[in-house]
């Protein structure tokens, strides 16, 4: 395994630096999509959980969690009792997100999602629209927007509002539609470095008799170099243990941080939640309050924000596909 990976640092090493991205597009904060155009490839499992762990990682980091499906997985998993309010497909006709913001569990605010947001795709001609509300709230932190399996007029609207998209990959077929956010990209003009394929519920148990590739893991790294796609320095591999998380007889849904911290997918989790801070490099410092509650304070005069970093490739670095689950895991200050 050590040597394998040793081969794509390698490859790694000798590929061209990536473009700088563009500016950040919607605010002074930082935007992520979570896109993928196929589904079951855990689109939710990680926006929801990367929301937790880049809370927990800095909290004071103003997390806010969009959820542009028609599933209430977000809701399960954040809301604090039940009450009314606007949700998100009523923030996206008014043209506002203030009002719809609820602090949740974990610190992390977000807004709930709607059973019939899927109307909207026949209301919505604007891909900017989500863009201008996330600008619109001035959010000093992170905006998380999750998607649904498609590349409709939603999905666009995220993905022309983020700084970057993750393009969620667990075999070859989800890969070969991972490459088409990256041809929209390109024609809307925005660097293919906009966004980054993560290989995600990765079953790490399938092995192939023959060929180059002996797993999937080798089969799917091969896939993304020869199409040379920008691609993570993490992946997120399947685990029963987490799927109990959001199946299961109390209807709870919970975070992988808190109800599986002995194990190897929690770890990577810590890992992608790091990288994707180190490449967003949010101003961590500013602590705003919601815009649904006061004002902030006066803020004294600051430096502009800092540019994006390079989104750099780095697959040698990523956390042992073989690591023993007894192992303690790093912990999440």
Same mark, same amino acid.
């Given at each position: 395994?050590?040597?394998?990976?040793?081969?794509?640092?390698?490859?790694?090493?000798?590929?061209?630096?990536? /473009?700088?991205?563009?500016?950040?597009?919607?605010?002074?904060?930082?935007?992520?999509?979570?896109?993928?155009?196929?589904?079951?490839?855990?689109?939710?499992?990680? !926006?929801?959980?990367? !929301?937790?762990? +880049?809370?927990?990682?800095?909290?004071?980091?103003?997390?806010? &969690?969009?959820?542009?499906?028609?599933?209430?997985?977000?809701?399960?998993?954040?809301? #604090?009792?039940?009450?009314?309010?606007?949700? #998100?497909?009523? /923030?996206?006709?008014?043209? %506002?997100?203030?009002?719809?913001?609820?602090?949740?569990?974990?610190?992390?605010?977000?807004?709930?999602?709607?059973?019939?947001?899927?109307?909207?795709?026949?209301?919505?001609?604007?891909?900017?629209?989500?863009?201008? &509300?996330?600008?619109? $709230? @001035?959010?000093?932190?992170?905006?998380?927007?999750?998607?649904?399996?498609?590349?409709?007029?939603?999905?666009?609207?995220?993905?022309?509002?983020?700084?970057?998209?993750?393009? +969620?990959?667990?075999?070859? !077929? %989800?890969?070969?539609?991972?490459?088409?956010?990256?041809?929209?990209?390109?024609?809307?003009?925005?660097?293919?470095?906009?966004?980054?394929?993560?290989?995600?519920?990765?079953?790490?148990?399938?092995?192939?008799?023959?060929?180059?590739?002996?797993?999937?893991? !080798?089969?799917?790294?091969?896939?993304?170099?020869?199409?040379?796609?920008?691609?993570?320095?993490?992946?997120?591999?399947?685990?029963?243990?987490?799927?109990? +998380?959001? %199946?299961?007889?109390?209807?709870?849904?919970?975070? $992988? &941080?808190?109800?599986?911290?002995?194990? +190897?997918?929690?770890?990577?989790?810590?890992?992608?939640?790091?990288?994707?801070?180190?490449?967003?490099?949010?101003?961590?410092?500013?602590?705003? %309050?919601?815009?649904?509650?006061?004002?902030?304070?006066?803020?004294?005069?600051?430096?502009?924000?800092?540019?994006?970093?390079?989104?750099?490739?780095?697959?040698?670095?990523?956390? @042992?596909?073989?690591?023993?689950?007894?192992?303690?895991?790093?912990?999440?200050?």
């Amino acid at each position: 395994m050590s040597r394998f990976f040793d081969a794509i640092r390698r490859a790694d090493d000798a590929r061209p630096a990536p /473009a700088a991205p563009v500016p950040p597009a919607a605010g002074p904060g930082r935007t992520l999509a979570v896109v993928s155009n196929k589904g079951g490839v855990g689109k939710t499992t990680v !926006a929801t959980n990367l !929301a937790v762990y +880049l809370r927990a990682l800095h909290e004071e980091l103003p997390i806010l &969690l969009v959820g542009l499906d028609d599933q209430a997985t977000i809701d399960r998993m954040f809301a #604090i009792g039940s009450g009314g309010g606007p949700t #998100i497909a009523e /923030a996206l006709r008014t043209g %506002s997100l203030a009002g719809a913001i609820r602090l949740g569990n974990y610190g992390v605010h977000y807004v709930p999602t709607s059973p019939r947001i899927s109307e909207l795709k026949r209301e919505i001609g604007d891909p900017e629209r989500l863009r201008r &509300l996330v600008a619109g $709230i @001035g959010w000093r932190g992170v905006v998380i927007v999750d998607t649904k399996s498609d590349l409709e007029i939603l999905t666009q609207n995220a993905l022309r509002a983020c700084d970057l998209a993750l393009v +969620l990959a667990r075999d070859l !077929a %989800s890969v070969d539609e991972g490459a088409k956010v990256f041809d929209l990209l390109v024609r809307w003009g925005r660097p293919r470095e906009t966004a980054r394929i993560l290989l995600a519920h990765v079953d790490l148990r399938v092995k192939y008799a023959s060929g180059e590739a002996r797993d999937i893991l !080798a089969l799917l790294l091969q896939e993304i170099r020869r199409r040379d796609l920008p691609l993570l320095g993490t992946f997120v591999s399947s685990s029963p243990k987490i799927e109990t +998380l959001h %199946s299961n007889p109390d209807r709870v849904t919970r975070s $992988i &941080l808190h109800g599986a911290p002995s194990s +190897l997918v929690h770890r990577q989790m810590h890992h992608l939640a790091e990288e994707v801070l180190a490449l967003l490099h949010p101003r961590a410092e500013v602590a705003a %309050s919601p815009p649904a509650g006061p004002p902030p304070a006066e803020r004294s005069e600051q430096a502009p924000d800092p540019p994006l970093r390079p989104l750099g490739v780095d697959a040698g670095g990523w956390p @042992g596909t073989d690591a023993d689950a007894t192992d303690p895991p790093p912990r999440v200050n």
